[in-house]
């Protein structure tokens, strides 16, 4: 690692650099001893940076030649070779430490990088996060200057890259199960800069610049994510249990609902381990109140597998087993405090969207089970159904608003009342031909 006294040298490098013309630039080292300084610069802690150091304006210096020189090797299309492959994480973060130190004006730095980008012809698998990190900063500092033209230019930045991005990641056919052992990129890396570049995209769009192919590229991205959910390649990242990411998916899901319906849910609901885990994040009655409202306001009634199997079983991890025979319905004893949050939330208001969380306990510990009678028609008083069963209709009418009371009454009896086997039989079609026959809005059997 290079000593400070070092730097010094480079700075008369760079002064005399500095003084020349464009066509004139460039730096007097080689590849090995450049990658040393920018590893030595990136290395230092902040303070050496600030302006009261003796040695700020000296390594504000060795900044500004070695991004520029960059940006001229660039422009010359020269054989990139000290930034390929490994070393190209490393360019972008010096990249990005130049923008965080504001080094250059905001215009300066997508003047620049809108020449540096096309020529050096990057997969995003060669370098993660680091990009979407460095037009996150642009965006912040555009933010900061209100300047409309800047937020333009920003713009056209953004729809050139992401459209190279999209591409690169269809080159990688992610909507393909056939990854091979060449694909080496991290699965979280991915995953969180796609939901990261996503949310830069929809900022861009709230603010109305460039709305039209902003939309249409934004889509696009949604649908490569939307694939990349589906491949059983990603399963174990998302399903870590210490893989604190995983719960900004569950926010998306929910996000991505209010706009259009997406096939994200009924994966992530197939793949109930992933709410197990996530049991620890949150506090699920909140959750599944707003899964609910997107449930009943959009109509995407076949969407809920996720929240009839994923969350309840994810509940169900939350609560002790009864210790007696027949306990009132939220009785349950928690087994931490964040359970015990989750169980006097479904206490407090069982009517409103905490009613789901309240489906939710009655079907960990249903009811006891009445006979079966061999008639499903049977309306002797011995169908006359108590609270505990009236309760359950209307969890289940909650979810299936189209289905008549007296239908959802016969399949609870077909299945002894037990709530979550109902709910995925009507979801999958799963029922006995003398129940699927019937009229789906027939009225309560009395």
Not at 5 to 31: D, G, H, M
Not at 72 to 91: A, C, T, Y
Request: with cysteine; proline share 5%.
């Amino acid at each position: 690692m290079l000593e400070l006294e070092r730097v010094n040298e480079y700075e008369s490098i760079l002064e005399t650099q500095l003084k020349l013309s464009n066509q004139q630039f460039s730096l007097k080292l080689n590849n090995n001893e450049l990658i040393t300084l920018i590893e030595y610069l990136l290395n230092l802690p902040f303070e050496k940076l600030s302006p009261t150091h003796p040695s700020h304006n000296t390594l504000k210096n060795c900044y500004k030649l070695i991004y520029f020189t960059i940006i001229r090797w660039s422009s010359l299309s020269l054989e990139f070779m000290v930034f390929k492959g490994p070393s190209v994480p490393l360019l972008l973060s010096f990249i990005n430490t130049y923008i965080h130190y504001n080094f250059d004006s905001v215009h300066e730095c997508i003047e620049n990088f809108l020449e540096l980008y096309p020529n050096l012809n990057l997969e995003f698998r060669d370098f993660g996060l680091e990009l979407t990190d460095y037009i996150w900063r642009l965006i912040k500092k555009v933010e900061k200057s209100n300047s409309l033209q800047n937020l333009n230019e920003l713009a056209q930045l953004i729809l050139v890259y992401t459209k190279e991005l999209v591409k690169t990641l269809n080159n990688l056919e992610l909507v393909n199960a056939s990854i091979n052992a060449e694909f080496n990129l991290n699965n979280e890396d991915l995953l969180e800069s796609l939901v990261y570049y996503y949310d830069i995209l929809s900022k861009l769009v709230l603010k109305g610049i460039l709305k039209g192919e902003l939309v249409a590229v934004k889509v696009k991205l949604l649908q490569v994510i939307q694939s990349t959910f589906e491949l059983k390649y990603f399963t174990p990242i998302l399903t870590s249990q210490d893989n604190k990411f995983a719960h900004v998916l569950i926010d998306r899901v929910i996000e991505w609902n209010y706009q259009f319906p997406t096939p994200l849910n009924a994966y992530i609901g197939r793949d109930t381990s992933l709410f197990c885990d996530l049991e620890y994040y949150y506090s699920w009655s909140e959750k599944f109140g707003k899964l609910k409202e997107i449930i009943k306001d959009n109509g995407y009634y076949s969407k809920c597998e996720f929240i009839a199997d994923g969350l309840q079983k994810s509940l169900r991890s939350a609560y002790q087993p009864y210790n007696s025979g027949k306990p009132s319905a939220g009785s349950q004893t928690p087994v931490n405090n964040t359970n015990s949050t989750i169980n006097s939330n479904v206490m407090e208001n069982p009517t409103v969207n905490n009613s789901s969380s309240a489906t939710l306990t009655n079907s960990i510990n249903p009811p006891p089970v009445p006979p079966k009678e061999e008639e499903i028609q049977d309306t002797s008083a011995q169908d006359i159904l108590d609270a505990e069963q009236e309760s359950l209709i209307t969890q289940v009418k909650d979810l299936f608003p189209d289905l008549g009371e007296g239908y959802i009454q016969v399949c609870l009896r077909e299945f002894n009342y037990d709530l979550e086997l109902t709910i995925m039989s009507i979801l999958e079609g799963n029922l006995p031909p003398n129940i699927s026959s019937l009229d789906k809005q027939m009225s309560k059997i009395k």
